[in-house]
């Protein structure tokens, strides 16, 4: 079992930045394939981003590509998500998640075992 904890969220303007990064405790870090997803109220938890064990492999939502950029640190057990060129509508609290099945990195929220707490993040217009 893992244990996720999400932080760097925050209120930016549009167009600012910002760095998520989500710390995991508990089993070895590598072993797990991570997603970052977002929600808020009244709909769904959508995918935001997955990067596989090792790190070589990254996914992103179409509305995130060339914007958000998903990293990892596996000597420091942390999953980082950077968000460049934020827009109001990138408004939601973001959750960290961890799949330990075997494969390509997952954008499916069901396919995950493990969640954060989650962080919000707020983009004034």
């Known amino acids: 079992q893992v244990q996720l904890v999400e932080s760097g969220g925050g209120l930016v303007q549009a167009g600012g930045s910002l760095r998520l990064s989500c710390t995991a405790s508990?089993?070895?870090?590598?072993?797990?394939?991570m997603g970052w997803f977002r929600q808020t109220p009244g709909k769904e938890r959508e995918f935001v981003a997955a990067i596989s064990r090792g790190g070589s492999t990254t996914y992103y939502s179409d509305s995130v590509k060339g914007r958000f950029t998903c990293s990892r640190d596996n000597a420091r057990n942390t999953v980082y998500l950077q968000m460049n060129s934020l827009k109001p509508e990138d408004t939601a609290v973001y959750f960290c998640?961890?799949?330990?099945?075997?494969?390509?990195?997952?954008?499916?929220?069901?396919?995950?075992?493990?969640w954060g707490q989650g962080t919000q993040v707020t983009v004034s217009s």
């Open positions: 508990g089993r070895t870090f590598s072993a797990y394939a």
């Open positions: 998640a961890a799949d330990e099945r075997v494969g390509r990195p997952r954008s499916d929220k069901y396919e995950y075992d493990y």
